[in-house]
């Protein structure tokens, strides 16, 4: 259990997908660009085996985290976390049932 205000420091935010691409010589990365309110972020996740085709998420709505360390992976830097669901070790991404602005918090 964590308390209310640990889960208060949560940056959690919704990302426009500005573009999403394979990273090269990689099987499970894929490279995201997300409009996130008057900045945009850029977030790698290892869900290339599950969206063949990246470019179908282009302009969808994603819950992303925005605290958390960057980390570097295959020499990109990753500067945040998409939240998806897990269904049987598949990753289900989640969108808003309406459009809202990017950047708009995650409460």
């Known amino acids: 259990m964590i308390s209310f205000e640990d889960f208060q420091k949560l940056d959690m935010r919704i990302g426009k997908v500005i573009s999403a691409e394979k990273i090269p010589n990689s099987d499970k990365l894929l490279k995201f660009i997300f409009d996130i309110g008057g900045e945009q972020r850029q977030i790698l996740a290892g869900i290339a085996e599950f969206y063949p085709d990246p470019s179908i998420l282009v302009g ?3 819950p ?6 960057p980390r570097t992976f295959r020499g990109q830097i990753s500067d945040g976390m998409i939240i998806a669901a897990d269904l049987d070790g598949k990753p289900v991404m989640l969108f808003p049932e309406k459009e809202i602005p990017p950047g708009s918090k995650i409460k």
Do not use: F, Q, V
């Open 60 to 62: 969808k709505e994603i």
């Open 64 to 69: 992303l985290l925005l605290n958390i360390e």
